[in-house]
């Protein structure tokens, strides 16, 4: 909690930029998911990383929580102020600093959203390519080791973040990474940061990896009869080096979803939906192969979208699944699960779990970035049935137990925040307790982010 | 420094996987580099991880340090036990334990060399990339976060090692990662192991991401009038997306001592080593490219080895440089430079070296991995004349200026060890502080390789 000492200093450097408003508050205190809402006891809107580490050493003196928020689209309420204090809101630090074209790198602020950075760089001929669907900060993408659709081609944000700008818990500023490509100068302080959902220091300035445009693009949307089959395709589409820049699977129960929604009339069946990125002639050469390689398994037929009217359709119809599943049902609400698995193991996690949906009815289409053994099943649920919601809650738990079997993770993508830390014993061991280890080195008075990621006995 | 309990616990531990034979000491004493022997007080030769854990238990007990050894081949010093104790040799550790072919990925234990695992791949069609040129132990390349002639397509050690098993100072033993492709569950603690040169946890074993080996090869050598010249030929290849396999670069200086001690002719210019991976189809297409670009930027003409035979000879030639510079100067020694920079500076970097070296007379051939802006001057002095070796020190000190100045690296591939430490508080300024504080979480007694990568005061 926040102490009025702390709050009247906060408001003494920020002026208007510091807030106790209702409406302010109860904005920060909600997410994009199921959790109750945390409003926090004020909102802080910093302009520079200086302002940052003197609100910093502020909270420091007065022991104040202090929170993170990008865009507020994290899944698992990571952004959640749980223990109260002061929200650090990024919206205010959204400049491009540096386009280095020849390096294919930018530096940026937190704020700065995905969008936004590609319209900045869309003269330039590069793109910074990953892709969690919803328009989010670039700071908040790195805090919770965001991905999407096309991290099998281009990676995740910890293989696209080459350094940062970071405010410690005690308001000291540190530079980690450099903009060279590579470096072995000691411990990956960049690596550490990302994906730690502000529980280690505020970032304040990333510098990204970037990538050519791609010459000539090209989607399509295959059919098959089960899921082993569309899975086997891409397996050995990859195996064989098909540098493949997108592959999705959808579930029956998903497509029948979009179907419902956007009037169209797929067949209920598994489908893949595909992208290639390259040369013309290379990307023409990755859909052969790819689409000999589905006919051997099975595929029933493609559809293809080489314009790019077709193809932001498609991915429209992709990005928007999310929104038919919720719509088979007004009024619910959803766990949305993100378990990830080796490949070879994919279809049988999927299968599996759609049985145990069927033996709990629970209801719970799939979707996921196959290429990555990653999915997620919707679990929907009546916020007014306590039974069902446990039924859904339930489930969630044990695909992320088949996950961890099959040597896989709870999360692939969407990270811990409130959702999953109930999972971090099982699948770290005394890992956790590393991890709770170092964040007790680096904020010994547990100000960034309570609550979150580590052990509760730091 | 070892006590005698601690030895003693050891050598009833071990039997015969425990030994303190001068000549024993002496091997596990010495480096690939130019600093002095540092034999340990006893050497150990474990089988299991177990017996891993039971040393370090013993260790932390007596507080004797420990220092892990792959295969001795670091270039900064790293396996060199400054403080004494214990030399923990993974060479009995030598088993590939499981490889998934589907998901392109192996289980192995750190002893196994990087040339003993792709033998041992051989007839799956996969190959593990990363190539530093010596035969290195995979886990002593994690601990150093090696790459070499392959990371421009393939990426680093920080990039192929998907999950390790550690055991920690106490001897607990932790597993980071997964199988899975991608996790966002909780701080990337394979990412703090890997580039941690054995200063956080003892690795045990190692799950790396596999490759398919390419369809076609081709490699080709390329004369250019200048440096420049073929560092704008390499970037402007990057930003159309060529995915070059290995792009490398020689000085005159390096050419002129490849002719004299292979008995080559090749005009004493700067030249581009160049490999492409592929489909058939899709390298000649690579290569056409690339052909193309060498012509608008003055390349001299081509000097393709398509048939494995020639490119073997062209690889060779590259790895054996680094002896044929050595054998210019019968009997001297080298410090081997390692900075790295954004590829929009290299060129800068490499020509303001050799004018740098030139005016301050060392003798410094240059060749580097131009696609991720790394290069390597082995600046040569002759042991018995003080003032040159200051010379050459000197020098290496303002190339790792001038890379910090550019916003690069002073390591980018060979690590910190003994020889780059005095270059951190420069590089990461407070950043050394949180290393140090992060070494102090995990290591409190500091008995894992002290005197290594933190600060002096921990």
New interface residues.
Partial sequence: MANDAALNDLADLLGQAFTRSKSDLDLHGRSESHFPPTPPDAVAYPSTTAEVAEIMRICARHGCPVTAWGTGTSLEGQSQAVRGGVVVDFSRMNRVLEV?Q????VRIQPGVTREALNEDLRAT?LFFPVDPGANASLGGMAA????GTT?VRYG?M??NVLGLEVV?ADG?????G????????????T??F???EGT?GLITELTLRL??Q??AVSAAVCAFDSIGQAVRAV?DT????VPMARIEIVDPATVRAVNAYAGMSLPELPHLLVEFH??A??VE?QAR?FGEIVQDHGGLGFDWASDPADRKALWTMRHNAFYAILALRPGCRSIVTDV?????RLAEAIEETIADLDAHQVTGPILGHV????FHAILMFDPADPAEESRAMEAAGRMVDR??AM??????????GLG?RG??AR??????Q??G??K???DPANLLNPGK??PDEI
Same sequence: chains 1, 2.
């Fill in positions: 280095n020849a390096d294919m790198d001929g919770t080791r965001a991905s991290a995740t910890r293989d410690l000291r500023v540190i530079r980690t450099t903009r060279a490509r590579k470096s072995s100068a000691g411990y990956d302080l690596g550490l990302v994906g730690s280690l990538h050519g791609p010459e397996i990859i195996q064989i080096g390259g040369s002639a290379g050469e192969t990830c698995v080796p490949i070879s290429g990555d053994g990653n996950a961890l040597g896989g993770t709870s999360t692939g993508e969407h990270g811990i999953k999972y971090m699948e770290h061991g005394d890992g956790w590393v991890m280890a170092l007790q080195s680096l990621i580590v």
